[in-house]
């Protein structure tokens, strides 16, 4: 019998989770079967409120984790149910859980999840907390994706960038010779999706279609790209302590339209990606984008004009849904870890070195 897995990722534009069930294969995974659950409101509240601190904040993160872990428990038994496949065949689940806090530079990172909860749940080995080795050995923590990017997609023939557009965007380099590197570029959905929440009560901008009414503000534009994240060399991580709606508002002045601050955002996410390839990815002819923003026609339209001399493609055009990467990554950090084998990259953390990654829950 072949190897299962089951990946579990739930991102930074807390829209809900994602699962899959997985096969190794030579590169990479194949695809046996995915499904999406979105957050119930009560809980996208919590884990949202979770984002800065707050009274009670370790109780209501205990019970916020314990609640997303019972979401993902449902989230696998689904799964299993829809694929027809028993819990003691899959080998591990890989949980990314969710960030509620990312400060490397202070030396830590929290994903809520409780592994030992989900493993008694579902009668299956959960590897989780993949970020903490890494940042014990000095790196970043993130992204994690890159390593999993490069035993998929990459090819001794040709240069290639991929661009996971999650909440948080990042780049990663994928020569056809040389070390794989990657970073994250700045903010991927998620001031896109939080101005128009704010303003239109939807939980993101479907398409882009709102954005695309709007007209660019140059001057906010500019004061957007001044912040220093954007200056800094990698390796570097962001996360919504970096960009949120308060960063947002510190830097609007007199009072534009709504629809025309949607419009930069989408500009800003644009640009800093477009520039993260053009500086860290100069040979790369084709760009593959994954994540839920290579479903936003109007950002990757600016996208393909912003890099006129390389092909921008969704990650389909290879076989892999675009939404499904990254909880196949985690599926894979998950093999990795079981087998004692690095999942990092240092060259994309800042690492001292490959680590093994994660806490093993047995089944």
């Not at 950090?333 to 690492?351: H, S």
Request: hydrophobic letters at 45%.
């Amino acid at each position: 019998m072949a190897e299962l897995y089951i990946g579990l990722m739930s991102g930074t534009s807390l829209d809900g989770i994602d699962v899959i069930l997985a096969a190794p294969r030579r590169r990479g995974f194949h695809l046996r079967s995915a499904l999406h659950r979105p957050f119930s409101p009560q809980l996208r509240k919590q884990l949202f409120a979770l984002q800065a601190s707050g009274p009670d904040e370790l109780r209501r993160a205990s019970l916020a984790a314990n609640e997303l872990t019972r979401a993902c428990a449902a989230a696998v038994r689904s799964l299993l149910s829809r694929a027809r496949v028993a819990a003691g065949a899959v080998t591990a689940i890989g949980c990314h859980g969710q960030t509620v806090r990312h400060q490397p530079r202070a030396g830590y990172t929290v994903q809520l999840i409780n592994g030992a909860l989900l493993a008694e749940l579902t009668g299956i080995s959960v590897v989780c907390d993949f970020r903490s080795r890494d940042i014990a050995a000095g790196g970043e923590g993130a992204p994690l994706a890159p390593a999993f990017h490069s035993a998929l997609f990459r090819t001794p023939n040709r240069d290639r960038a991929v661009v996971n557009i999650g909440g948080i965007a990042n780049v990663t380099s994928l020569p056809a010779r040389g070390r794989v590197t990657g970073f994250d570029s700045g903010p991927g959905n998620c001031l896109l999706d939080a101005w128009i929440n704010a303003h239109q009560r939807l939980p993101y901008d479907r398409g882009g279609a709102w954005a695309a009414r709007g007209r660019l503000a140059p001057r906010l534009l500019e004061r957007l790209l001044a912040d220093p994240y954007f200056r800094r060399r990698a390796p570097k991580s962001a996360g919504r302590e970096t960009f949120n709606l308060d960063w947002l508002r510190q830097r609007l002045t007199a009072n534009p339209r709504a629809v025309d601050v949607q419009a930069t955002l989408l500009e800003l996410t644009a640009c800093t990606i477009s520039r993260a390839v053009q500086t860290y990815c100069p040979d790369a002819g084709e760009v593959l984008v994954c994540g839920g923003g290579a479903r936003n026609r109007a950002l990757l339209s600016r996208l393909a004009a912003l890099l006129p001399d390389r092909r921008v493609v969704v990650t389909d055009a290879l076989g892999v849904a675009a939404e499904h990467v990254e909880a196949l990554a985690f599926a894979w950090l998950a093999r990795q870890t079981l087998r004692r084998k690095p999942g990092n990259l240092p060259a994309v953390t800042g690492a001292r070195g490959p680590r093994v990654l994660g806490a093993i829950y047995p089944a």
